[in-house]
């Protein structure tokens, strides 16, 4: 098994990653609307499609809390599956 300060940074970074995603989807409406809506006001006044009803920054943000929820998943396995090997206790 990996060393403890190993096993500690590898479940902080997926309890943090996680803590973000959850607070994302339950508050990120409340978070950004408000600076989307304000954005959009200041952009262009007479817009046929509002910029905040066609941004791709959401989504992408989305994505890359996801991607990274992966990796940390996978890399948290791997964390665990490591053995530390001695060559000699002389």
């Known amino acids: 098994m990996a060393p403890s300060i190993v096993l500690f940074l590898a479940s902080l970074a997926l309890i ?13 409406n409340l978070i950004l609307a408000p600076f989307l809506d ?3 006001k200041y952009v262009n006044v007479n817009q046929t499609i509002p910029m ?13 809390l996801l991607i990274m929820e ?21």
Not at 16 to 28: A, D, E, S, V, W
Not at 52 to 64: E, F, K, Q, V
Not at 76 to 88: A, E, H, P
Request: proline share 2%; aromatic share 18%; charged share 10%.
């Open 16 to 28: 943090i990653n996680t803590f973000i995603i959850g607070l994302m989807y339950f508050l990120g």
């Open 70 to 90: 992966i990796i940390i998943i996978i890399a948290f396995f791997v964390v665990i599956g490591r053995r530390v090997v001695v060559d000699d206790y002389l």
């Open 52 to 64: 905040w009803d066609m941004t791709y920054i959401i989504p992408a943000i989305w994505g890359l």
């Open 38 to 40: 304000a954005v959009g």
